[in-house]
């Protein structure tokens, strides 16, 4: 059967709501300061590993978005993702690190396929900041650093920020996002997601896993004037 598909909303509001500002530092700051939960998952992910993302968070500043995961069951061997949809155009790509994981977001009103990924090891030893240049995907080989993205498998907390210049919000200031664990080898499929997608039922599935079935829309805190937009 054809799923039915939707979104999470990147949606800029009016200046000043945001609920605060996270200390990158692998530490979830509370809803004080992150809002509540932009998106919550409660099917388990795969069973090999025995992690399953929870709840998907995401605030800014007048510089940064913020976006944060939280996961029961991580683990320092396995990997993270934040995949994020801002602007027109995008990567409907395998995964960026190569697992087996395809990026398949859907084209709607609010977007259309990521432009940014953050991915990393969650034992803090290497995270990347991937751009979309409109045929590929950039920025391997630069560690951006645990100042950044931070994961902390001790508490089950990852989170990351991006630059609003980075990410160049749309016009319409909406967008998607999606948070996804994988292994460390890429053979390796998804392990789990929020919002949901269905995981991987073996360690090295003989097919792709794909990133299309995030829940909402949800309008999230983002303040309008701090976006540099097209």
Known sequence: MKRLLSVIAISAVSAGIYAGTPTIDGTFDGVSVWGPAVATNSNP???????????????????????GAQISGLAGWMSFGFAIDSQSGGGNTQETWGRQINFSFPTNSVGDAPDVVIRGNCNNSWIEQHTWNGSAWQGFGTNIGTSEANSNPSTGWIECRVAKSVLNMRASKQGQVEFYLTGDQNAHGLFTSVPYDTPCAEWNPSSPQVLSNPSGPVNLPVALSAFTLE
């Open 45 to 67: 992910g795969f069973s090999g590993a025995g992690a399953t993302a929870t709840d998907l968070y995401v605030t800014d500043d007048a510089s940064y978005v913020y976006f």
